[in-house]
Structure formats: C-alpha cells, structure tokens
C-alpha cells in the first residue's frame, strides 16, 4: 500500500504525479524544481537562488512525510549546466554536514520550466 505526500508548504506538482509516496518506510520525493509555493514563479536569482529554493522545497516535502535530511538515503541531481556543479554542491552540501546520502549529478539538456536545477531524494522515516 502506498501513502501519497501532499502539502502545501511546497509546489503543487505541475504534472500528473504526487510530491512524494511513502511504501512501507521508504519515502520517494519527486523532484523539486525552484517554485516559490505560494505563487508557483520561478525564485527570482540564479544558481544560487534556485538551489536554496530547491532545497527547501524537498524539506517541506519531507517534513510532510515526517521525516528530514538526516534520513535521506540517495539524491539525484540534474543540472542544465555543469559549470553550476560547484554552486550546487555547496549549497546541497550544507544541508547535509554529517553521514551525506548516496547521490548521482548529471547535466541534462533542459528542466522544467527552463529552471538551472532540479533534486529528487529517497529517505526513510
């Protein structure tokens, strides 16, 4: 059996998927993109700005699932430009100082709604 995660301290999802399904312990977040949830608008900046964004979407998503950081097992990062990978990893860095989960960052050609970044995790409760 599966739990839907829904809240409304992150974006709406702008397709036909949820913002994260829990089955048995396993937490599966969508990927976050730079939405601000009130507006659903792009966060006004660049890198830096988006990957704030980004991540404080995944923590309402999993603070929703009554879970957090400390129990993320793996992230996907999906870049439009590997320039950004130093930005990025800083920032995703400082939210994960001790035991960081597995992960995988690739560059894509293009995201949605042309964002610079976007993460997805898979966490335990």
Do not use: W
């Given at each position: 059996?599966?739990?839907?995660?829904?809240?409304?301290?992150?974006?709406?999802?702008?397709?036909?998927?949820?913002?994260?399904?829990?089955?048995?312990?396993?937490?599966?977040?969508?990927?976050?993109?730079?939405?601000?949830?009130?507006?659903?608008?792009?966060?006004?900046?660049?890198?830096?700005?988006?990957?704030?964004?980004?991540?404080?979407?995944?923590?309402?998503?999993?603070?929703?699932?009554?879970t957090g950081f400390q129990n993320v097992?793996?992230?996907?990062?999906?870049?439009?430009?590997?320039?950004?990978?130093?930005?990025?990893?800083?920032?995703?860095?400082?939210?994960?100082?001790?035991?960081?989960?597995?992960?995988?960052?690739?560059?894509?050609?293009?995201?949605?709604?042309?964002?610079?970044?976007?993460?997805?995790?898979?966490?335990?409760?």
């Amino acid at each position: 059996m599966k739990k839907i995660v829904d809240t409304t301290k992150a974006p709406s999802a702008i397709g036909p998927y949820s913002q994260a399904v829990i089955h048995e312990s396993i937490v599966y977040c969508s990927g976050q993109i730079a939405l601000l949830p009130q507006s659903m608008q792009i966060v006004e900046g660049g890198i830096v700005e988006q990957t704030q964004q980004v991540m404080k979407n995944l923590e309402a998503v999993l603070n929703a699932a009554e879970t957090g950081f400390q129990n993320v097992l793996k992230c996907s990062i999906f870049l439009a430009s590997m320039d950004d990978f130093p930005v990025v990893n800083e920032i995703y860095g400082s939210f994960f100082r001790d035991n960081p989960p597995a992960r995988e960052t690739v560059a894509v050609k293009t995201l949605p709604k042309n964002v610079l970044v976007e993460i997805s995790c898979i966490a335990h409760l």
